[in-house]
């Protein structure tokens, strides 16, 4: 009997240590152990904390339950489809935004821009448009940054920013998901990195849950003599500031309040040639002042160069432009450098014509202005043919005159392509579909998009068909 006693004490250690050990392991949790006896070789050991070990949490050890953020994502690689981009800062520094069409590529930490599917194809060195490394980079969905839908931001850890948009919210939702991934999976490789903010030089903390951070909790701080430190010095309650400092900072504000109330005025600025207001978006009123005309200048020479080398072109108006070229154009024109259409990369008429129809979408107000809509529905609804060119013909009598000579230019010049509509295969109605919804829309779109598109359409054909009555082209 004394015998199987001894061999029960002997076994103790053993089976206090598993039973700690499974009891762990299911979450209970340990209010007292008593280790008078020291676990024999080959027990499974767990330091507790007592009284005698404060703040020795750092030697416990982890649980051998894995969490669902832990557990290793591997990044879905996207290989080759258009997305649209553009970069509106790099490394902090602002820039202008500029969408442009490129061939996409997700790799495991890369995201990759090609001109088009054949330049990623030769694998050239450096035939990459740009690359975005993914590790310690930042995304999120945005509607301030662009008019436009399924936008979504990735800000490098550097502090470059891009744009994405497709136009297809599955297509923008799967590029999203995939590139966030690729980012949590290459940043966890990489240790974790910094974000800058774009506007400043100060660096965010980002990732602290990954390994080689410490955690949110305050007994992690306190651990750390260089951040405890820091809060000591920043939570005292008295900064003291010389007499110099004080005068200095009231210097500087009599300074700025002077410059402020002698600094000039936009339209000074504007005159002194400073300031340049941009073609695109620009108020049509505004912009002929500025150009002292009635028709825009680029108005009139895309119509030229139409009327000239394209009114015979298949599709002409309704077949799209490269969108690159397009905007290559455009920031041509919106820093009023020299323009000349002639030259041989505005060789496809199509960039022309689809530039022309940017710049009418762009327009704050539209060439038939919001208080005019309605008035053109109730006009074209009129039975009697006669009444009805003669009430749209006195609605466009009272626009502004830059609207009316733009309108009266841009009609006189459909009418002419559709002289050649068995060249070009456009007809009145096809003309319609494509200027309807270009030249004229509501202010406020009460979710009748669907009719008004209908009546914006019929407006554009009337008046296409009437043109000679209604703006007395007969008569020139």
């Not at 051998?64 to 553009?86: R, T, Y």
């Not at 009327?307 to 490269?322: P, Q």
């Not at 509509?421 to 007809?427: A, D, G, H, P, Q």
Request: charged share 25%.
């Amino acid at each position: 009997m004394n015998h199987t006693s001894s061999n029960c004490q002997a076994s103790t250690p053993y089976v206090s240590s598993f039973v700690i050990s499974d009891t762990e392991m299911a979450g209970m949790r340990i209010t007292n152990l008593q280790s008078a006896t020291k676990p024999a070789q080959g027990a499974v050991h767990m330091r507790i904390k007592t009284s005698q070990s404060p703040g020795d949490r750092l030697s416990q050890s982890k649980s051998m339950v894995l969490q669902e953020s832990d557990l290793p994502q591997k990044p879905v690689e996207l290989k080759g489809e258009n997305m649209n981009m553009a970069k509106i800062s790099d490394s902090g520094k602002k820039q202008r935004k500029n969408w442009t069409l490129f061939w996409t590529v997700l790799t495991s930490d890369q995201l990759l821009f090609y001109k088009d599917k054949q330049q990623e194809s030769a694998q050239k060195a450096g035939s990459k448009t740009d690359v975005v490394q993914l590790g310690g980079a930042l995304i999120e969905w945005t509607t301030e940054k662009s008019s436009r839908k399924n936008v979504f931001q990735i800000t490098t850890h550097t502090g470059s920013e891009y744009l994405l948009q497709a136009d297809s919210q599955p297509t923008a939702n799967k590029w999203y998901d995939a590139i966030r991934t690729a980012i949590a999976s290459s940043t966890k490789a990489d240790g974790g990195f910094s974000l800058r903010r774009s506007n400043s030089s100060e660096f965010l903390p980002r990732h602290s849950s990954l390994p080689g951070y410490g955690s949110a909790s305050p007994n992690t701080k306190l651990r750390n003599p260089v951040h405890r430190r820091s809060i000591n010095m920043f939570s005292s309650s008295k900064l003291k500031h010389s007499a110099s400092d004080s005068a200095d900072k009231n210097g500087v504000k009599n300074r700025l309040k002077k410059f402020i109330i002698r600094r000039p005025s936009m339209k000074t600025l504007q005159e002194k040639g400073l300031i340049k207001d941009r073609v695109f978006g620009c108020h049509l009123l505004t912009l002929c002042e500025r150009e002292g005309t009635t028709v825009p200048k680029f108005v009139q020479i895309c119509l030229e160069a139409v009327d000239k080398r394209g009114l015979d072109a298949d599709g002409i108006y309704r077949v799209s432009g490269n969108l690159a070229t397009i905007q290559k154009l455009r920031f041509i024109i919106d820093e009023e450098e020299d323009l000349d259409l002639d030259h041989s990369q505005w060789e496809d008429i199509h960039v022309i014509t689809g530039a022309l129809k940017m710049f009418f979408r762009e327009l704050p107000e539209p060439l038939f202005p919001f208080k005019f809509f309605q008035l053109f529905v109730e006009a074209v609804k009129i039975k009697d043919q006669k009444q009805k060119v003669q009430a749209v013909k006195e609605l466009i009598q009272k626009l502004p005159k830059p609207n009316h000579d733009t309108m009266k230019l841009l009609f006189s010049h459909l009418q002419r392509v559709l002289t050649y509509s068995r060249k070009n295969l456009m007809s009145t109605q096809g003309i319609g579909i494509v200027f309807g919804p270009t030249l004229m829309w509501p202010e406020l779109d009460g979710g009748n998009m669907a009719f008004n598109m209908v009546y914006q359409n019929q407006i554009i054909e009337f008046i296409l068909i009437e043109s000679q009555e209604i703006f007395n082209l007969d008569r020139k």
